[in-house]
């Protein structure tokens, strides 16, 4: 079973869409729950970034934990072509995974 | 304000030579991380260190070796390249298991082996 489960989409939304991405995880070991944005070319940028269940919020971005049902999710309310790229959930303890990672694209 | 430099940007290599990726962090960071990434896929963590001396396997370690003498450095070394690790290869560092979680990464190196 893989430690992190993310849909690799992609997902195709019209621009001022709310985007919603997943990701499941089965370790409970894992203390920090992270969401990256990745351009084509580039490396991984932190987006968002939590340690206890619950919601949080930064703008056009939510990022939300269930420890209970180990799912993390992140919303994008009034979507822009702008945010176009890969997102990549990311787990933290001692080590550092990520998800396969959605690409998405908001057209406008 | 360098962060995590990565050389070399681009290598090509033939199957069967070896060859060490540098990775260097000047934020004093406690845990650096190598990972791959194949086209249009996630980032596999391939070795990962929590501290000078000390490295951990990832989740896809076979055919690398790591060492970490150092806490600005963490070399990733192939040895016998094989087509299977054209990737491009990104190293990061964090200070993980603190306040500020992010992990910064370095701007990659695009391996292709023939």
């Known amino acids: 079973q893989k430690e992190v489960e993310q849909d690799p989409g992609p997902l195709s939304v019209p621009e001022g869409a709310i985007v919603s991405l997943n990701c499941t995880y089965s370790?409970?070991?894992?203390?920090?729950f992270m969401w990256y944005r990745q351009y084509s070319r580039k490396g991984p940028e932190l987006l968002m970034y939590?340690?206890?269940?619950g919601n949080k919020e930064d703008g056009r971005f939510t990022a939300q934990v269930d420890k209970s049902s180990k799912y993390i999710s992140l919303f994008i309310r009034d979507s822009q072509p702008s945010d176009s790229a890969t997102y990549l959930c990311?787990?933290?303890?001692?080590?550092?995974?990520f998800g396969t990672g959605t690409r998405l694209q908001v057209f406008p | 304000n360098a962060g995590v430099t990565q050389t070399p940007k681009f290598r090509i290599l033939k199957i069967g030579q070896s060859m060490t990726l540098q990775c260097a962090q000047d934020?004093?960071?406690?845990?650096m991380y190598w990972y791959r990434q194949d086209p249009g896929m996630g980032l596999k963590l391939i070795y990962y260190?929590?501290?000078?001396?000390?490295?951990d396997k990832g989740e896809v370690p076979n055919g690398y070796n790591v060492s970490r003498s150092t806490t600005e450095d963490f070399p990733l070394r192939l040895e016998l390249a094989a087509p299977s690790q054209t990737s491009v290869y990104f190293c990061?560092?964090?200070?993980?298991?603190?306040?500020?979680?992010?992990?910064?990464f370095g701007q990659g190196t695009r391996l292709t082996v023939v």
């Open positions: 990061a560092s964090s200070s993980l298991g603190h306040e500020n979680t992010e992990a910064f």
């Open positions: 370790n409970s070991a894992f203390q920090y």
């Open positions: 939590t340690y206890s269940s």
């Open positions: 990311a787990l933290g303890g001692d080590k550092l995974i």
């Open positions: 934020m004093n960071h406690n845990y």
């Open positions: 260190s929590v501290g000078a001396g000390i490295t």
